[in-house]
């Protein structure tokens, strides 16, 4: 069997110095990062950071420029097929088919991969998406919520220990986003490791055990929601103590290091 490269304890992700260009534009300086097996970390970043071209580059569609990345202790260099089946990938828009129905867009993942009793996996995708009742419609029927739990059961197919997705919650509204977060949570909470991009502060306070800041290249900072809030002293209001938001330490650190000059 081609069991992990890794011994137990180690992380999902290690990152290490990654650097990307695209010509001159230099969009990641040297990223280093871990994630922990099991958990959400949340990568946070403005429009144009370099969320989807780390995710892109974890995933081995896109070659780095310099540095190293071990994805469920493979290379994503030297061993670009074992981290693909290690993995998958829910991009920044959704991957669905809309003629087919939510059941037969699983059905044909499942038969895609080889996987036995494919009728069987995609009932019980339907059944932990809440999407039962809907699986035998057409996709074109379905809200922005029910698309994207349907992407992100897609994505589980054939159970990968690691998932990527990118802006999971883009252009959702409030209850959605909910049923997509709750979904990630469940994910979490059965073993996989979950490493999401988001510009949602609040989807990174709800959703994960660790958050890090990608900021012109590097992380910012990366740590727990209450490491974060401690890099900020707490607004004293009259009597009440008020604690820093995310949104406060994103844009106190961002916005400190952004040279647009005076707002
Ligand atoms: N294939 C490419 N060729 C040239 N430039 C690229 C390419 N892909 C990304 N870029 C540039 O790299 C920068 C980072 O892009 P990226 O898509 O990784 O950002 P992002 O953090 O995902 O942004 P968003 O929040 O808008 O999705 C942007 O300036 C983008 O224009
Ligand atoms: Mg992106």
Redesign the pocket.
Known sequence: MNATADPAGQPAIRVQGLE?S??Q?K?LRGVDLDVARGSIFALL????????????ILSTL?KADAGTALVNGFDIAAQAPQVRESISLTG?FAAVDEILTGRENLVMVARLRHLKDPGAIADDLLRRFSLTEAGGRRVATYSGGMRRRLDIAMSLIGDPPVIFL??PT?GLDPEARLEVWQAVKELAAGGTTVLL?T?YLDEAEQLADRIAI?HEGRILVNGTLAELKALLPPAKVEYVEKQPTLEDVFLTLVGARTDRGPQ
């Open positions: 990307k695209f010509k534009l969009v970043g403005s429009n144009g950071a370099g969320k989807t071209t780390m995710v892109t896109l920044q990118d802006e883009t991009t510009q990608l």
